[in-house]
């Protein structure tokens, strides 16, 4: 069998992204053919601190594209031209997708600060690529190798959390993570619980009313019409516990840090971002540029990105058979 071709940019070009890239390569080799698409000066300068160069791994091809000032370039900044230049890995790396060059995306990570100071309105890689690939329904999956979270909402303000859900959003998600589960992780019946939004999924009404009015509705039906085990609104710590002992495939998340907090506490070394619905599997590390560590190559830790491309080869095979 042909070895599954993946494509990695290399994210922001101030920031981690380069160093947890040539380490993560300099583990993975072999196992795939790679095409990094990033700036070969700013990757040298990593390779001369690390002594290990990407031109002598065999399967891994760089798209050099030469967008990185080199005039007072620094580790560690937000820089309007750092936030384009990331911009620019992704939009090549969209060409080659279109083109069937490369099976899947991994994405290092980006700065939301300099990509808004670079003209870009787009809070993340998840809604950019949605953007760019016309996908209308999406979500951000957050994982490790005993949690899995859908979320309904992502970079958004918590007071605006309520007002973003209703019995739409909540069916889109759930559809997405069932559909997901099945093409992507080979799951025949997955099994969803979905978290309350307020505190004890609001006690029967007591603590907020999102639940009666709007989530339990939402739910009805779905069950039978997906062929999937759902389970809700439950109280997030109940849901949580119950997930990370194996009780369900996947959790949907209200907002960000119902997701976050337990996934960084059951294995942050091995969490993943994922984004489901689009028509190609993307992933990325689940941590972001480490600006404060980034001008020392040495300590940069490519496990979160060994992780995000380790789970986009498996997502792709079992795609490929789906």
Not at 118 to 145: I, K, Q, V, W
Not at 175 to 203: E, T, Y
């Amino acid at each position: 069998m042909k070895k599954t071709r993946v494509g990695i940019t290399m994210g922001d070009p101030s920031g981690i992204g380069p160093s947890i890239l040539l380490k993560a390569i300099g583990r993975l080799r072999g196992s795939a053919e790679f095409l990094i698409i990033g700036d070969a000066w700013v990757l040298g300068k990593v390779e001369n601190a690390l002594g290990a160069k990407l031109s002598r791994y065999q399967g891994v091809r760089l798209i050099d594209l030469k967008n990185v000032p080199r005039k007072d370039f620094a580790f560690g900044k937000i820089r309007a031209e750092y936030g384009k230049a990331s911009i620019e890995y992704l939009d090549k790396a969209m060409d080659l997708l279109i083109a069937k060059e490369i099976d899947c995306l991994v994405t290092c990570p980006i700065s939301k600060e300099a990509v808004k100071l670079a003209g870009f309105r787009f809070p993340g890689h998840t809604e950019y690529l949605a953007e760019c690939s016309a996908t209308r329904d999406f979500a951000m999956m957050l994982l490790n190798r005993r949690l899995k979270f859908s979320l309904l909402t992502t970079h958004i303000p918590l007071k605006d959390v309520s007002s973003q859900i209703n019995k739409g959003v909540i069916r889109k998600n759930i559809v997405l993570a069932v559909n997901s589960l099945k093409k992507l992780w080979a799951i025949k019946k997955p099994r969803i619980v979905v978290c309350g939004l307020n505190p004890h999924a609001s006690d029967g009404g007591i603590i907020g009313k999102e639940e009666l009015a709007i989530l339990k509705p939402a739910l009805k039906g779905l069950k039978a019409r997906l062929k999937a085990v759902i389970v809700g609104p439950v109280s997030s710590d109940a849901a949580i516990l119950k997930a990370s002992k194996g009780k369900f495939d996947a959790v949907v998340a209200m907002y960000h840090d119902q997701a976050l907090i337990p996934l960084k506490l059951t294995g942050y070394d091995t969490g993943v971002n994922m984004t489901l619905g689009l028509p190609f599997v993307r992933t990325s590390p689940l941590h972001g540029t480490a600006f404060d560590i980034a001008a020392i190559p040495s300590l940069a830790d490519p496990s979160s990105l060994i992780e995000a491309i380790k789970l986009a080869v498996k997502c792709t095979s079992n795609l490929k058979k789906a």
